[in-house]
């Protein structure tokens, strides 16, 4: 195995994605600070402008890989 950073790509496709967007494409999937991967699913206007709204990616949208599960994210996202 590599590092840990690539760990969660399950396929070419999904690593793709997240890694080489050519510039300025916004990522439409990155991997948060906390180390879930996240994947912005629209766009909201508010008092302090454009802003993402985003949501754990469960499962691969490309091959279906389960890559993150509701326990694991409940463990790592502080509400
Ligand atoms: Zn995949």
Same mark, same amino acid.
């Given at each position: 195995?590599?590092?840990? #950073?690539?760990?969660?790509? =399950? =396929?070419?496709? %999904? @690593? /793709? $994605?997240? *890694?080489? %967007? &050519?510039? &300025?494409?916004? &990522?439409?999937?990155?991997? $948060?600070?906390?180390?879930?991967? !996240? !994947?912005? +699913? /629209?766009?909201? #206007?508010?008092?302090?402008?454009?802003?993402?709204?985003? #949501?754990? +990616?469960?499962? =691969? &949208?490309? =091959? /279906?890989? @389960?890559? #993150?599960? *509701? @326990? $694991?994210? *409940?463990? @790592?996202?502080?509400?």
């Amino acid at each position: 195995m590599s590092d840990a #950073q690539d760990e969660i790509f =399950c =396929c070419d496709s %999904l @690593k /793709g $994605a997240v *890694a080489e %967007l &050519p510039e &300025p494409a916004v &990522p439409t999937i990155y991997r $948060a600070d906390n180390g879930l991967l !996240m !994947m912005v +699913v /629209g766009l909201v #206007q508010t008092e302090e402008g454009l802003g993402y709204l985003d #949501q754990a +990616v469960m499962h =691969c &949208p490309f =091959c /279906g890989t @389960k890559l #993150q599960d *509701a @326990k $694991a994210l *409940a463990e @790592k996202v502080s509400h």
